[in-house]
């Protein structure tokens, strides 16, 4: 009887979400704090259509500059502010993607070779591969948290 039970409750656990398409794990946040990681996302993707531009046309200079926007530096913008507001793991692979990024600027200049900078784009960018895959962001009117001490975008 025991037996049976336990995989019926694994069942009805699940079940419970059932309707949910989108399967991958839920983060909720307010309105403004989504705005902060959209805005970061576009940053992250016009900055990597910007490094490959310059990359072809064999323009290393600005393959630095425009991964260094894409650096460290970028985070103290978004990051600080969602900080304890998004899980770690979370918090630690957008970290790692701008450390990549300082890397490629810095690599540009020191290794000048486009091929190697290609392959260092290419596995960031399986980064931003892996995040989409695991999370969606849900968001909720009010914040859960005492989190926004900012008041930009709050409505
Ligand atoms: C640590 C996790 C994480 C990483 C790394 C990440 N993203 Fe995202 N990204 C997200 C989440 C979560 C969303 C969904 C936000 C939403 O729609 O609510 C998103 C959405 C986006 C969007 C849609 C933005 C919009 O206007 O709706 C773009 C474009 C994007 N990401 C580009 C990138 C690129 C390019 C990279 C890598 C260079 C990247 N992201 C890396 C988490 C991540």
């Not at 949910?20 to 704090?33: A, H, N, W, Y």
């Not at 091929?115 to 909720?140: D, F, G, N, P, W």
Request: charged share 20%.
């Amino acid at each position: 009887m025991y037996k049976i039970l336990v995989p019926l409750f694994a069942l009805i656990a699940t079940s419970a979400l059932a309707g949910d398409l989108d399967k991958r794990q839920v983060l909720t946040i307010t309105e403004s704090q989504r705005l902060h990681v959209i805005e970061e996302m576009g940053a992250l993707l016009s900055g990597t259509q910007n490094i490959l531009a310059a990359l072809s046309m064999s323009d290393m200079a600005a393959v630095n500059q425009y991964a260094s926007s894409l650096g460290m530096n970028m985070t103290i913008k978004t990051e600080d502010y969602l900080k304890g507001v998004l899980p770690k793991e979370f918090m630690q692979l957008g970290i790692s993607i701008h450390q990549d990024f300082d890397k490629i600027a810095a690599d540009a200049l020191a290794i000048k070779d486009r091929k190697h900078t290609l392959q260092q784009i290419s596995e960031s960018m399986s980064k931003c591969v892996a995040c989409h895959a695991t999370y969606q962001i849900r968001t909720v009117k009010t914040s859960l948290k005492p989190a926004s001490k900012s008041n930009h975008h709050e409505h």
